[in-house]
């Protein structure tokens, strides 16, 4: 795809694929694309579930500015999927509530 024709944010070049578990599954993804990016492209669409209704959430604003994208990354809860880019081994989780810190699951 020509330079000038890609959309800065929803169009990413095709680079190296890295492998990611997401919720105990493998998962082949581009590397450097956003974690949102790369769940949707995957078919995932639920990144948390809220505390207070248990209501599904997914990407929202997609600029790292609200907190519906926000998953467990390596352990670490409140990762902001539309603004990290997808890394080799990382261990994504839907995140449950306000998420604790350290549980890989």
């Known amino acids: 795809m020509e330079t000038k ?3 800065p944010i929803v169009d990413f070049e095709e680079k ?3 492998e990611v578990t ?3 599954e493998k998962l082949m993804a581009n590397q450097g694309k956003p974690i949102a990016a790369a769940l949707f492209e995957a078919g995932i ?3 948390r579930i809220t505390e207070k209704m248990k209501s599904p959430r997914s ?3 997609g600029i790292g500015q609200c907190n519906d994208c926000v998953m ?3 352990g ?3 990762v902001r999927t539309c603004v990290i880019v997808i890394e080799e081994g990382m261990i994504i989780n839907t995140q449950e509530g306000l998420g604790k810190i350290g549980e890989i699951e």
Request: proline share 5%; charged share 15%.
């Open 5 to 7: 024709n890609r959309h």
């Open 16 to 18: 190296v694929k890295v």
């Open 22 to 24: 997401v919720n105990g």
């Open 45 to 47: 669409d639920v990144f």
């Open 59 to 61: 990407l929202f604003c």
């Open 72 to 74: 467990q990354v390596n």
């Open 76 to 78: 670490v809860p409140n």
